[in-house]
């Protein structure tokens, strides 16, 4: 009999059809099964929470007003005609009053695993056939890397991670593993493109087996798997540039570091150097002085040095490291750090950036360039860093500094939004309130009523990845699968693509949208593009009708070690990297030629523009992780998500000593408070965590409510409090973990959660 599987972001999974409705499996020979998936078929069930028909926001269908986008205004219920036609009739207004540089489209890649049902392909090419749109650039996952590491590697963040040492050669040959922000199984469920098997924790446990040694650098104690032993370090947060740093020192004092490595494979050694040892500008970056930026005892960091420079050393960094202020620096210093001692581009040793913050980093698979739906070519060279978006609304015509351009933020007239909820992934939410009135037209497809459903003008109902069939490939994979259909779509909804080519016919480009394709021939010729290019790396692949009754198929790992820069270390001169200086760019002359204020020539220190070194005594550090339950945002409203909640808040992790001193005790409702707003959890009190930091996990749908003066999530989103701020004028990215906040203990009634109750909607026009 055959088998039917589907696949997401979080796992695969094995379909069972029961009495009471489909159950998902995680496939028998996962590792490391993710728990995610368990809230997956109630939440897409949900008809409290999805969007069943086309909606129209009341005051806007009336008025076209906007004032009331963000007061909870009521919606009207419509066919799909009339709302396919309100958005282009929208599209073509703009258009032609203000060009399509006035269309933000935005969009996020985490809608689906699938290759077709892929939200933002769909909507680009559409976008892109009736004349452009601006565009974002980056992610708010890794952008400052994704600008930075072009500078000083030549390589993209993607193709660096791409060629990052796999985790078997680490489990064989690594000694010491430092791992700066930690390696977790809690974001190691993840991969944007799908997941087939879970090996980040399989080849940890199988290196710690072996002997390597971990060390945990991160204010979490819980931010490497306990099981494995780790030695941790819990030091300030955003303050890793600076022990970095200090290691540096003490490395050059001791004359441990490999001064042959520095002058043969990276550019500006003396410059940095000079800048290490306080010759620069008076201050030794040493131990002592490291000591009192991190909050950690000047011994430790001199033994650590020297455990550093005599074994095996890994030196890694998460993707979550590089979401602070100055963001850039870590990186750099990272990189810098391993250069010094000399191991980079040897089996265990080097760098690395990313493991665990998904699960594919570090994967022995076959690089196969899977298709992906053609999206066309954008006619419009308009585009924000993807985390400016309420700068972009707010301020257009204002410039700004990006990668060393000077450019202006356009004058956004209509938002269109897919496959994504920037209520979750924004910061200062608030100030992302205000800025969501300001033009003149939202439109998103949603399957639930997010944050953002309920504050856009026209919401087309989407389906979910259970209610449609699709294929999965992801490029560092070994495994493919056929995603079968598990349920009926609710209500109306429909697929994105079904949607566009329906928009698509309004404006006389249907044919070249869908190229006389269906949706089963568009994903059958995915297979076929994708049969050619695994044949072309040597793999025999099954015809499609096979492949489809299997359900799955795994290709063989890839036996072959990849050890990061090691073809440049064998050869510097016949295989240089693409920076200018050829090496790996401790000072990058592109960057100092910028002349930045914000990000120097080289890895420096700069104070973060907040943090507890001169923070009032009752302020508190936010680290704002991704949630263990669900992804991002997705499935909130499922029954596994709320297994981590109590009475419908989120929970906040708080030091014994930090709780004691303001009469906290574990289960009591807490307000977590700034100058941006504040939001309601219930406390969780433990040790695992520094006396001077809280932990509130994001992904909370956005639920603000104005109390004694102050908007408080009272469902528990973080972001209602995290900084809107650039990491620097280089890159732009965000800063989720730069914030303070108070906390105090809640007194009396709670307020009731609204997040998961549909708007009112009526049918009448």
């Keep these: 009999m055959n088998r039917r599987y589907t696949s997401a972001h979080w796992g695969t999974y094995e379909i069972t059809d029961t009495p009471d409705g489909p159950v998902l499996k995680s496939v028998s020979d996962d590792p490391s099964p993710s728990s995610i998936g368990n809230g997956w078929v109630d939440a897409s069930r949900d008809t409290r929470t999805r969007v069943l028909k086309p909606a129209i926001r009341k005051s806007w269908l009336a008025s076209r007003d906007r004032g009331k986008r963000c007061s909870n205004d009521s919606f009207v219920e419509v066919d799909w005609d009339t709302a396919l036609d309100l958005v282009a009739g929208e599209l073509k207004r703009v258009r032609a009053d ?8 935005g969009s996020y890649g985490w809608a689906s695993a699938g290759r077709f049902h892929h939200a933002q392909s769909q909507m680009r090419r559409f976008l892109n056939l009736i004349g452009g749109y601006t565009y974002s650039r980056e992610t708010y996952s890794h952008a400052a890397a994704e600008v930075l590491f072009p500078h000083i590697t030549g390589l993209t963040n993607s193709q660096l991670q791409a060629q990052m040492t796999d985790l078997q050669t680490i489990s064989e040959h690594t000694e010491l593993l430092v791992a700066f922000g930690g390696i977790s199984g809690r974001t190691a469920q993840i991969a944007s493109s799908g997941v087939a098997r879970h090996e980040t924790e399989h080849w940890l446990s199988k290196a710690h087996e072996r002997g ?34 200090g290691i540096a020192h003490e490395w050059h004092r001791r004359g441990l570091h490999n001064e042959a490595f520095l002058h043969r494979f990276c550019n500006g050694w003396p410059k940095f150097e000079a800048y290490l040892t306080g010759a620069k500008d008076g201050q030794p970056k040493d131990a002592a002085w490291a000591a009192k930026i991190c909050d950690i005892a000047p011994e430790a960091i001199r033994e650590l040095a020297c455990r550093m420079s005599t074994h095996t050393t890994m030196i890694a960094l998460t993707w ?10 870590t990186l750099w210093m990272g990189l810098t750090l391993a250069a010094m001692l000399g191991q980079i581009g040897t089996p265990g040793g080097g760098f690395g950036f990313g493991y665990g913050s998904t699960d594919v980093v570090g994967k022995r698979s076959h690089r196969i360039p899977w298709p992906a739906v053609p999206q066309g070519q954008n006619p419009v060279d308009s585009f924000i860093p993807v985390a400016r978006i309420a700068d972009m609304l707010l301020h257009p015509g204002q410039q700004y500094q990006y990668n060393g351009e000077t450019r202006t ?25 205000h800025a969501w009135c300001q033009p003149e037209t939202v439109i998103t497809h949603e399957p639930w009523w997010t944050a953002t459903a309920k504050r856009a003008d026209i919401v087309l109902p989407s389906t979910t990845p259970l209610e449609r069939c699709d294929l999965m490939t992801n490029g560092r994979e070994n495994g493919l699968v056929w995603m079968s259909k598990v349920m009926a779509p609710l209500g109306e909804a429909r697929d994105d693509h079904a949607i566009f080519a329906d928009l698509a016919k309004r404006f006389d480009v249907q044919d070249a949208f869908t190229e006389g394709r269906s949706t089963d021939d568009w994903i059958e010729w995915l297979w076929t593009e994708g049969e050619k290019a695994a044949k072309a ?54 960057i100092a030629r910028m002349g930045l204020p914000d990000c120097a020539g080289h890895p420096t220190w700069i104070t973060p523009t907040e943090w507890t070194g001169n923070a009032a005594p009752q302020d508190l550090h936010l680290i704002s992780g991704q949630p263990g339950t669900k992804l991002h945002s997705q499935l909130d409203s ?27 005790e574990e289960g009591d409702f807490i307000c977590l408070k700034n100058a941006r707003g504040a939001c309601l959890a219930s406390a969780e009190v433990s040790d695992g965590i520094r006396s001077d930091a809280i932990a509130l996990a994001t992904g909370a749908w956005f639920d603000p409510q104005l109390i004694n003066g102050t908007w408080t999530c009272v469902h528990g989103n973080p972001n209602i409090l995290t900084l809107d701020k ?3 004028s280089l890159a732009q990215g965000n800063i989720a973990h730069t914030t303070l906040v108070t906390v105090e203990k809640w007194e009396g009634e709670l307020p009731e959660v609204k997040a998961f109750e549909a708007p009112e909607v009526t049918s009448n026009l």
Aim: glycine share 8%; hydrophobic share 35%; charged share 25%.
């Design 537 to 590: 790396s040597g793999h025999d692949m099954p015809t499609f009708e096979d492949f489809k009754a299997e359900g799955r198929l795994t290709l063989p790992a890839s036996v072959d070690r990849r050890i990061l820069f090691s073809d440049f270390i064998a050869d510097p001169t016949g295989a240089p990297l693409p920076t200018e200086t050829g090496k790996i760019e401790i000072v990058c002359p592109p």
């Design 726 to 728: 650039g990491t620097s």
């Design 320 to 329: 979550g490291m590089q979401r602070a202020d100055h963001g850039e620096q």
């Design 409 to 433: 933020y356009p004058d956004t007239r209509l938002v269109y939004w897919v496959g994504g909820n920037p209520y979750h992934h924004h910061q200062d939410l608030m100030r992302l309130e």
């Design 212 to 245: 390597m040694k971990a060390i945990n650098v991160s204010p979490i104690k819980g931010d490497y798997a306990a099981e494995n032993a780790p030695e941790w370090i819990p030091l300030r947060p955003n303050t890793d540039t600076a022990l970095m740093l």
């Design 98 to 105: 203000h060009g399509n540089e006035a269309i933000y489209a």
């Design 638 to 664: 499922g029954s596994h998500a709320a297994t981590r909640k109590r009475k419908g808040r989120e929970i906040a992790t708080l030091h014994p000593d930090t709780a004691a001193a303001r009469g906290i």
